[in-house]
């Protein structure tokens, strides 16, 4: 689902732990890593949607995880001009997101790359809260900084070492 300025709607979802780490996915055969996310369906709410890439994704089913909150608006980032498929209609300048803070309620072990037949991540594993601010994809970085500072007070909630980064 496009929309009239170019932008695809999106769900992020930010999987939390019990010490307030983050599930921090690799693309599959790539160097590259992520939280994972995923695209609207027509006609589908993006809480529907979290609960269906939260499957297809990582394996998980709704009672698996508790959502703690999402973001009051959607963010948006533009896809670098060398990425944009320039022939694809509508045209695609970047993705506009909802996003999630999930808890993980589960163990570690329910977490399954490859529930589909598509898999999107080959590895992954915890991280610090605000690691991935630094480590993502440069034209991710301003929305998953504005997510995580959106969701700190709840994490800091489940976690009271957590600290609030200033850059």
Not at 71 to 78: G, V
Request: proline fraction near 5%.
């Amino acid at each position: 689902m496009i929309d009239e300025n170019g932008f695809r709607a999106n769900i992020g979802m930010i999987v939390m732990n019990d010490n307030a780490n983050l599930l921090w996915a690799r693309r599959l055969r790539q160097n590259a890593w992520q939280f994972p996310q995923g695209g609207l369906a027509p006609n589908e709410t993006p809480t529907e949607a979290l609960y269906r890439e939260l499957y297809e994704e990582l394996g998980l089913i709704p009672e698996d995880v508790k959502i703690l909150g999402s973001t009051q608006e959607w963010l948006h980032y533009r896809i670098p001009s060398m990425y944009i498929r320039h022939n694809s209609l509508p045209l695609c300048i970047g993705q506009k997101q909802k996003w999630f803070l999930i808890k993980l309620l589960s163990d570690n072990s329910r977490v399954c790359l490859n529930k589909t037949d598509t898999p999107e991540f080959d590895s992954w594993r915890w991280v610090d809260y605000w690691y991935p601010i630094k480590r993502a994809v440069y034209f991710k970085r301003q929305v998953y900084k504005r997510a995580l500072k959106e969701f700190y007070p709840i994490a800091s909630n489940y976690h009271h070492g957590l600290h609030f980064e200033n850059d």
